[in-house]
């Protein structure tokens, strides 16, 4: 076999002359260039970006997954705060309901003015418009209904929680004064045996000056106190026997005389109808009675203008 190669500069030519060994080491040598390419190209590990889009996939998938079973979690929580808030949204409104009747009843027992306390009514508000304020010349925002819904019902509940506390304070005061109200009579059985004023003394027969009245009754009666208020006195005192004295308080006192036993102490918070002590004939008595007496700013007054009088 002859080869001849042929300079294109000089138009020089070079011939070579192969043997059979050489032509067979040749042809394998050309057969095997196409096949180890081949081979080669099968082995070579894949490219950084085919490697890059797979891995990516992957992980964006994954991610998405992630993000649907979030999406689901918040949605189910979202659901489920839901119906609570409706839940409780129910229970505010059956508590306003009572809170309206009960102060409608209040306002009633109280009997206060119609119109002053208005429980069933949505609660009167306003005020002036504030200027230069940023953003006030912007649309309003409007929350959802539903919060609109829940901020409405706590104003009312904090209006009539308000109004209340104000009516319990009237009814508290009010009802102080009714217990420092003195009317009625000490004692709980029995009938008046001596008025207020001039009468024959049953001990010296002399004209003397009588300033109380005196209750007779069966031994151990009841003798209660006609108004409420604080013991100043609770044992013996001359001519008065076992004497209990209260104090009213805006200048009144009130004493209960001859009694056979006494029920409080000194210092001692009565109340309007409380037993003070027992009907005796202790001190300079002729009997079973009660001497009662109604002190105005330390003066005595006639007690039957107070045993007259009815309760507030």
């Not at 006195?233 to 009130?254: C, F, M, P, S």
Request: overall charge neutral.
């Amino acid at each position: 076999m002859k080869v001849i190669l042929v300079n294109d500069r000089g138009g020089v030519s070079r011939s070579f002359n192969f043997g059979g060994l050489s032509k067979a080491l040749l042809g394998l040598c050309l057969l095997g260039l196409p096949v180890g390419a081949f081979f080669i190209g099968a082995n070579l590990p894949a490219t950084e970006s085919d490697v890059f889009d797979s891995r990516a996939v992957k992980a964006w998938n994954k991610a998405l997954r992630k993000q649907q079973d979030q999406i689901s979690d918040a949605d189910q929580q979202a659901r489920e705060q839901l119906t609570a808030l409706t839940v409780k949204l129910a229970e505010l409104q059956g508590r306003l309901t009572r809170l309206d009747a009960l102060g409608e009843r209040l306002t009633t027992i109280a009997k206060l003015d119609e119109g002053e306390f208005q429980f069933g009514a949505t609660p009167a508000v306003g005020g002036p418009e504030e200027s230069g304020i940023a953003g006030a010349g912007d649309l309003p925002y409007h929350p959802p209904e539903f919060l609109e819904v829940i901020g409405d019902l706590s104003d009312q509940i904090e209006d009539r929680q308000m109004q209340l506390q104000t009516l319990d304070s009237l009814m508290s005061r009010q009802q102080l004064q009714d217990e420092q109200f003195i009317a009625g009579r000490p004692i709980t059985r029995g009938w008046m045996s001596s008025r207020y004023g001039y009468r024959t003394d049953p001990f010296s027969g002399r004209r003397s000056w009588h300033k109380g009245v005196d209750f007779a009754g069966k031994r151990g009666s009841d003798v209660v106190s006609v108004a409420a208020g604080v013991v100043t006195w609770a044992e013996d005192r001359y001519g008065y026997g076992q004497l209990v004295e209260i104090n009213h308080g805006n200048g009144y006192k009130t004493r209960y005389g001859h009694n056979s036993e006494i029920k409080v102490k000194l210092g001692d918070i009565v109340k309007k109808g409380q037993v003070i002590a027992l009907m005796g004939s202790s001190g300079r008595s002729t009997g079973p009675h009660v001497h009662f007496e109604v002190y105005k700013n330390d003066r005595p007054v006639d007690p039957a203008s107070y045993i007259r009088r009815t309760g507030r």
